[in-house]
Structure formats: structure tokens, C-alpha cells
Antibody, heavy 121, light 107 residues
Framework: EVQLVESGGGLVQPGRSLKLSCAAS????????MAWVRQAPKKGLEWVAS????????YYPDSVKGRFTISRDNAKSTLYLQMDSLRSEDTASYYC??????????????WGQGTLVTVSS | DVQMTQSPSYLAASPGESVSISCKAS??????LAWYQEKPGKANKLLIH???TLQSGTPSRLSGSGSGTDFTLTIRSLESEDFAVYYC?????????FGAGTKLELK
């Protein structure tokens, strides 16, 4: 059974940093691209970042480019999201997701249950 | 960016009824469209990909149609487990974008 468990969320002040982790199990982690998707309170879903299976390719929307960094440790089956220069609009639940197939140009086949990040002074 | 316009935003129906949700892309996305279900306390679930291909485990009373810019999710013979929020998403190009969601509630 595929499991994705996020951790590392919490309350952080604007301008500070936070690093999220996602522990994966139930599949060959190193074979699949991975992603982060967020959902602000009472809002819809927003894709935040994707990373290729080997980690050499990373992709971001303009809203987080230059502030967020997605990375992975295939030996530990763990995905990360380093979030710097946080803003109030980054407040959201952050979900780890596995892409459907070996290409990142695929939908998100599996999702975690999320970790809440609150950016506030 | 590709804008995804989903409608309606809210839908009330009774068990046994059929409903349809529309998703329109601001430009052609071929058939690179997925539908997801969101329920409280559960991980989001991929229902349909490639516009009309049911993901393993998706009941056959759900169906997806469309290509290019216009897509539809149809649920026939609604069951209690179907009352949830549904999102469409395009994965044709970065940045991936989602529709605003449709909340399907019990009438």
C-alpha cells in the first residue's frame, strides 16, 4: 500500500524558513517523480513543485520560484520542500504527492494527508 | 498559464440521481486532464486521468469525457460515498493548474 506521510509544518513568522518532509513507502520511491501541492484555508488546490525521479529536474510555478526548493533523498525514500522568505499567502496545508507514472507530465496518483503551515507574526 | 474554469461550484443532489461537472481550459490541453475527489480526513483520490480513463478502483458509475478545452465528469446513480468535493487539473504544461472545485452535497 502506497503511503505518504508529511511532517514539519507549524507556525512560522513572515520572512523565516521552514522545511517539510514526506516519508514514502509501499512503492519504489526512486522510480517516480514527486510533487508538493498546497491548499490555503477554504481555497482550492495549487501545485507548488515537482521533481524528477533522479532529482535532476525541478519545476515550480512563479508564485514560489526562487523561494521554495524541492529535493529528494532516494536512499531514505523521503521528499523535502525547503521554504524560504515565507509570506502570509503561503499559509496552507501542504500535500506530498506521487506522480502517476515515470514522467512528471502525469497527474498525481497518490496523496498524503498534509501538514499545515501557518505564516504569521 | 492555463486557466481551468470549473462549474458549478456547488451542486445538491439525491442518491440515485445523475450529475455532471464541467471543466473548461483556457487553451487546448489535449486529453491531459485529471479529476480528483476530496473528502474530509482522507487523502485526495485520483478518479480519472487522460480525460476519460478510470483510475483503478474508481467505480464505473463515474465517467469522464472531452478533449481540447471542454471536459465533463459525470456520476450516474449517486451513492452516499460520492458526496464530496471534486477538482479537475490539467497536466499538459507547467504550471499545472486546478479548477476551483465543485462541492457535491446531499439534497
Amino acid at each position: 500500500e502506497v503511503q505518504l506521510v508529511e511532517s514539519g509544518g507549524g507556525l512560522v513568522q513572515p520572512g523565516r524558513s521552514l522545511k517539510l518532509s514526506c516519508a514514502a513507502s509501499g512503492f519504489t520511491f526512486s522510480s517516480f517523480p514527486m510533487a508538493w501541492v498546497r491548499q490555503a484555508p477554504k481555497k482550492g488546490l495549487e501545485w507548488v513543485a515537482s521533481i524528477s525521479s533522479g532529482g535532476g529536474g525541478t519545476y515550480y510555478p512563479d508564485s514560489v520560484k526562487g523561494r521554495f526548493t524541492i529535493s529528494r533523498d532516494n536512499a531514505k525514500s523521503t521528499l523535502y520542500l525547503q521554504m524560504d522568505s515565507l509570506r502570509s499567502e503561503d499559509t496552507a496545508s501542504y500535500y506530498c504527492a506521487r506522480h502517476f507514472h515515470y514522467s512528471s507530465y502525469t497527474p498525481f496518483a497518490y496523496w498524503g494527508q498534509g501538514t499545515l503551515v501557518t505564516v504569521s507574526s | 498559464d492555463v486557466q481551468m474554469t470549473q462549474s458549478p461550484s456547488y451542486l445538491a443532489a439525491s442518491p440515485g440521481e445523475s450529475v455532471s461537472i464541467s471543466c473548461k481550459a483556457s487553451k487546448s490541453i489535449s486529453n491531459n486532464l485529471a479529476w480528483y475527489q476530496e473528502k474530509p480526513g482522507k487523502a485526495n483520490k485520483l478518479l480519472i486521468h487522460s480525460g476519460s480513463t478510470l483510475q483503478s478502483g474508481t467505480p464505473s458509475r463515474l465517467s469522464g469525457s472531452g478533449s481540447g478545452t471542454d471536459f465533463t465528469l459525470t456520476i450516474r446513480s449517486l451513492e452516499s460515498e460520492d458526496f464530496a468535493v471534486y477538482y479537475c487539473q490539467q497536466y499538459n504544461e507547467y504550471p499545472y493548474t486546478f479548477g476551483a472545485g465543485t462541492k457535491l452535497e446531499l439534497k
